[in-house]
């Protein structure tokens, strides 16, 4: 029996090319705990763990486990893209702040 959270963890994955073995990696579980997430029915997952495979995979954690959103909308994917923001180093900021003031300047 499929779910929700499980069916767009592997569709995610291996849209990213993503093994089991990978994002396992990139999240700090194990292949068998990205198995039973995607396999199991009900999962159970952490609320850290979900963090971390959502940060991986490029959308948000509400994404994953919102049961009525099978495709991540364009929100979802700017949700995403400005945690990474975030996260980066200040330098790197201004860098795309100054890209982006160009881009729009040619709109």
Do not use: C, H
């Amino acid at each position: 029996m499929a779910n929700a959270l499980g069916d767009k963890i592997r569709k995610l994955r291996k849209e990213k090319g993503y093994t089991l073995d990978r994002l396992a990696e990139l999240t700090g579980s194990s292949k068998s705990y990205i198995w039973e997430l995607e396999n199991k029915n009900p999962p159970r997952p952490s609320a850290e763990k979900v963090g971390r495979i959502a940060e991986a995979l490029g959308v948000t954690a509400d994404f994953l486990i919102d049961g009525s959103q099978t495709t991540p909308t364009e929100a979802v994917a700017d949700d995403a893209f400005y945690r990474q923001y975030r996260s980066l180093d200040p330098q790197t900021k201004e860098k795309l702040r100054q890209m982006v003031d160009i881009w729009s300047k040619d709109s």
